[in-house]
């Protein structure tokens, strides 16, 4: 699904090297972690995946199309359909309700109005959020608003869900919820991409990716994985 082959991204103001020749495969259903100490470049290969900024070198594919230096309107209209995002701060639009939030993605993708908002409100119950919908941001916990976040990055049923340490503003037990939810949007299919600095968090996921100074470092399955995906199937 996506390649990164012999990605560089060399900040020119600063003259920082944030990713060094990085060669990367993700498989659709793949759920990763890439964690790394602050400045390591974990942050910056999101951006890249996300199309949220070009390579300086190199090559980026997405579904086996080169994607690394399209214009800006070609790279938007790409991320509208094919990736979901999922930030620390949440990103919520403090003065509309969770369910205005969630509709927002397919507004800019043109989806009717009454069909967008009847799809807003089934994503907030398949979060667990169903009572919440007419509800403002400041009006729910942290680990709720990801939620709404999560719902939001669900909107336009993206392939591929991008999430820059989505437990860094939460408590644990907050954290460990929304872990379990991005590990059962992985079990229906999703390809899921974590940025986190926390190894508990790392350990959620199928396959760990450790980052220093710009390069990976590792590239490993999770044995803990399997031992955690067969507790959760043999409780349910």
Known sequence: MLKLIHASKIYAKNGICALNAVDLTVQDGDYISVTGASGSGKSTLMHILGLLDSLTDGEYQLDGAAVAHLPAKQRARLRSEKIGFVFQSF???SRTTAR???ELPMTYAHIPKRERSERAVKLLERVGLGARTEHMPNEMSGGQRQRVAIARA???????IL????TGNLDTAS??????????LHREGATVVVVTHEEDIASF??????FRDGQIISDEKNEAWKCREGRKTDAD
């Open 163 to 166: 999430a820059d340490e989505p």
């Open 91 to 93: 990103n919520l639009i």
């Open 205 to 210: 996921t199928q396959r760990i990716i450790r």
């Open 154 to 160: 669900l909107a336009n049923d993206p392939p591929l």
């Open 175 to 184: 954290s460990i919820e929304i872990m379990e939810l991005f590990s059962e």
């Open 100 to 102: 205005e939030n969630v």
